[in-house]
């Protein structure tokens, strides 16, 4: 998993959806609608201009990732899981990018006159970009060292190239908790553009390779064809 969950969030997340789970004292979607009451005013926080606002504003946001975090692992532990679930948590994750991206863009523009607050904006067209290109595209980490840190790491349950989650950390905890949200941003927007360009290439390449089997296949029909003709 990514960096960011596994270190950060699940040892809060794993304890307390055992505890909830045990006595069933919460449902899957429970929590998700946890997490987008614990997202909504990230935002407001944000905005605000003031350190304060920040790191409230990262703490809402790290306490509504964890929500986000418990409500599969409840769902799976319960049994209950559903498209209807699948949908609550997409809604979900993009309120809190919504919210955090917005909070963030009033921020800078509150702050530090001038184009800074395109900073987050760019970054929430990049995340939604990435969200909708990278489906189902990702395969198994590799590494240029044969494998061997990508194998050190999986018995630690840790990716060896960071993901969206650990992104959004930088960008909406690390960043407002020290007050570099523009640095914080930079980095966020080069890393989702990297990682979409990376996506289309892929994209690209599988295109092409389904192009040149179905063309292959048509050869071998088309000779099997004409080795049977009298």
Not at 110 to 131: E, K, T
Not at 187 to 215: H, K, T
């Amino acid at each position: 998993d990514y960096w960011w969950t596994v270190l950060a969030v699940d040892p809060i997340a794993l304890p307390l959806t055992r505890w909830l789970a045990s006595g069933r004292r919460m449902t899957a979607d429970q929590a998700t609608l946890w997490s987008v009451a614990f997202a909504v005013p990230v935002g407001f926080a944000y905005a605000t201009g003031t350190r304060l606002g920040l790191a409230a504003g990262a703490l809402l946001f790290y306490l509504a990732f964890v929500f986000d975090c418990i409500d599969g692992k409840l769902a799976r532990a319960l049994g209950t899981t559903s498209a209807r679930g699948q949908t609550l948590d997409e809604i979900a994750d993009a309120a809190r990018r919504v919210s955090a991206a917005g909070g963030l863009a009033v921020y800078l523009w509150r702050v530090s006159p001038g184009p800074g607050f395109w900073l987050a904006v760019v970054y929430l067209a990049l995340a939604f970009f990435f969200a909708q290109v990278s489906g189902g595209t990702r395969g198994e980490p590799q590494t240029g060292i044969g494998g061997r840190w990508s194998s050190a790491l999986a018995r630690r349950r840790l990716l060896p190239t960071p993901g969206t989650p650990d992104v959004g950390a930088i960008v909406f905890v690390f960043g407002p908790l020290t007050g570099l949200v523009a640095p914080a941003l930079v980095i966020g927007d080069v890393l989702l553009a990297v990682a979409s360009l990376l996506v289309l290439r892929r994209l690209l390449r599988a295109d092409r390779a389904s192009g040149r089997d179905e063309q292959t296949g048509r050869r071998e029909v088309k000779d099997g064809t004409d080795a049977a003709m009298p």
